[in-house]
């Protein structure tokens, strides 16, 4: 510039000039200019290099300021929220609108960005965002060259809403991606990057050939569906990494009706499709298991701390006669009675102990075996239980140990026959056994006398004092002893109330006997008497109870006969000529 203004002052001053005295008043003010860009060049150059320089994110307004805020430079533009412009010389929150309390709280976190650049001179940039009814902006705030100071940078509505926007593409947590309407990508966003690919990789290949062959045909019809004007919701499909491993992406879509292009969102749904593929198989076994629960006698329960029953599959679970049902949904400490043998043994299995006991209700045998369940090695959970109905094989095994017990006692009468000279002790201890046995109240045995018409109670178990040896019956045949004697076969009494039949002795009917078993003893044609067992309450004889009470009436008829044989031979005995010895 300074050459520029000597050629035109050599100009001015050429002799060959036709006006001298203009051509001087013109070299002069050129010569002034001059000087006066000179001087002023410098300043320019130092004013330049204190306008702060733009970060990278492409801000368009901005302030510098002082640690105590007080304005030093700023762009004709910049603003804040609702807050005025800035005035240079002036403080930036001298303005009123900065006490409101949706900019108060934002002056106190900028004075605090503005201190750290000042005093700190960070280069690390401080922003937030400002937001309300009528305008969002971004604030960044960066230390400057010049000492004491700091820049504020904003952006515009327009601006900060296109770098939102570029922001939610970029950092969106799901897969993002612009397709066109032939089947390629267009735009994706870096979370595509978990399938190993290169973004260009997936940009110059259809998106199908990244699709599972079973779900290709799917995902062509859906991709159809778009471009036809449908939306697209939670539609899965499988899509293929550069491993070779397959993730399952749950899709929503539209396609923009005015460029025809597809807008799509992708969320990686692999762990919850094994979590639901696990969850079906646990289902299913569940199924299984429940319906073999179902075909098995045995139940299954689960009751949890507080007393709860949340699972119980099988057969009804009964507690016993005097309890509640054990079912879901029910509360063990509100349904069984305090003192009932399932609740006590619940309580201890709940305190960590394992237990079994046997509950007998409505004529079933329920075998119970719970044990804790455990989370922790510390903790009892809650109760975990089986349930079996036992009746037949408690029946069975009674009838075993009934069997062994009536063949002990039947060996027991037969030595004891062996050596009891006297019927009418050996009666007495049948009728004993009988009892004991049998587990019922009273035994007779009617004993016939030599007349054929009386029997006379000669041992028995459970009658009033006083009866045994002297209380006799007639022999009838509308009475229980005539039937009997009459019969030759067990008599079995059910209810004597209903019993049609015959008519009971009084000696029956005054013990309120209800159900019984009678039997002639010793053969038909010839017999001795008449055995019964009776019990004052219902109760069903088994074949193996009249069996057992027919096989003491044998051991009983073989001692009479054999008494009665020795009786007669006695007495021939004495009625037979003594021998004359010789002399």
Not at 42 to 70: I, K
Not at 130 to 152: L, R, Y
Not at 220 to 242: E, H, M, P, V
Not at 534 to 560: C, G, P
Request: charge should be negative; hydrophobic fraction near 40%; proline fraction near 4%.
């Amino acid at each position: 510039m300074v050459f520029g203004v000597v050629d035109l002052w050599n100009l001015a001053i050429l002799p060959e000039s036709r006006f001298i005295a203009n051509r001087l008043t013109i070299g002069t003010v050129c010569l002034f200019f001059a000087i006066v860009v000179q001087a002023l060049s410098p300043f320019a150059l130092r004013r330049s290099s204190l306008l702060p320089e733009a970060p990278s994110y492409g801000f368009d307004t901005w302030v510098t300021v002082d640690r105590e805020g007080v304005c030093r430079m700023a762009s004709s533009s910049f603003w804040f929220g609702d807050a005025p412009p800035c005035v240079i010389g002036q403080g930036l929150f001298a303005h009123s609108a900065w006490e409101e309390p949706k900019l108060a709280e934002f002056r106190d976190q900028l004075m605090l960005a503005i201190d750290a650049a000042v005093t700190q001179h960070r280069n690390s940039a401080w922003e937030m965002w400002v937001t309300d009814t009528n305008s969002c902006c971004m604030i960044h705030v960066t230390p400057h060259e010049q000492a004491g100071v700091a820049t504020i940078w904003t952006q515009d509505n327009n601006s900060c809403s296109h770098l939102i926007r570029d922001r939610f593409f970029e950092e969106a947590l799901d897969l993002f991606c612009v397709a066109k309407p032939d089947g390629y990508f267009i735009h994706l966003n870096p979370r595509w990057q978990r399938f190993g690919y290169e973004n260009n990789e997936l940009l110059t290949r259809p998106f199908i050939d990244f699709v599972h062959p079973q779900d290709r045909e799917s995902t062509s019809q859906a991709f159809q569906k778009l471009l036809s004007g449908q939306d697209l919701a939670q539609f899965a499909n499988r899509y293929r990494t550069i491993n070779g491993d397959y993730l399952w992406l749950s899709w929503t879509a539209r396609r923009d009706t005015q460029s025809g292009l597809v807008y799509a969102v992708a969320r990686d749904v692999t762990e919850f499709k094994a979590t639901q593929s696990a969850l079906e198989s646990t289902l299913e076994e569940y199924s299984l298991l429940e319906s073999a629960l179902q075909l098995s006698p045995v139940s299954v329960f689960f009751i949890d701390r507080s007393g709860e029953c949340t699972f119980c599959q099988g057969e009804v679970l009964q507690a016993g006669a005097s309890d509640a049902v054990i079912a879901q949904g029910r509360n063990i400490f509100e349904q069984l009675k305090p003192k009932s043998e399932s609740l006590q043994a619940l309580q201890h299995v709940l305190s960590g102990e394992e237990q079994r006991w046997l509950v007998f209700w409505g004529g079933r045998y329920l075998e119970y075996h719970a044990r804790p369940f455990r989370l922790h090695p510390d903790e009892v959970y809650g109760a975990v239980g089986v349930v079996q109905d036992i009746t037949d094989q408690h029946r069975i095994n009674h009838q075993l140990q009934s069997q062994l017990i009536q063949q002990a006692a039947v060996a027991q009468l037969g030595r004891a026959a062996l050596g009891f000279p006297n019927p009418e002790v050996l009666a007495q201890r049948a009728a004993e056994l009988l009892v004991e046995v049998l587990d019922v109240e009273y035994c007779s045995v009617f004993e016939l006398l030599p007349n054929g018409q009386t029997l006379i109670l000669q041992a028995g178990v459970g009658w009033r004092s006083g009866l045994v040896g002297t209380a006799c019956v007639g022999v009838r045949s509308d009475s229980l002893i005539g039937y009997t004697l009459d019969l030759d076969e067990p008599v079995v009494i059910e209810d004597f109330l209903i019993e049609t039949r015959f008519s009971g002795p009084p000696m029956l009917h005054n013990h309120r006997v209800v159900a019984g078993v009678s039997l002639t003893v010793g053969d038909h044609d010839a017999p001795f008497g008449v055995l019964g067992v009776y019990s004052s309450s219902h109760r069903t004889f088994s074949e193996n109870d009249i069996s057992f009470v027919q096989v003491i009436t044998n051991v009983l008829s073989a001692a009479f006969a054999r008494h009665r044989g020795d009786e007669w031979l006695h007495l021939m005995e004495q009625r037979s000529p003594r021998p004359v010895q010789a002399s």
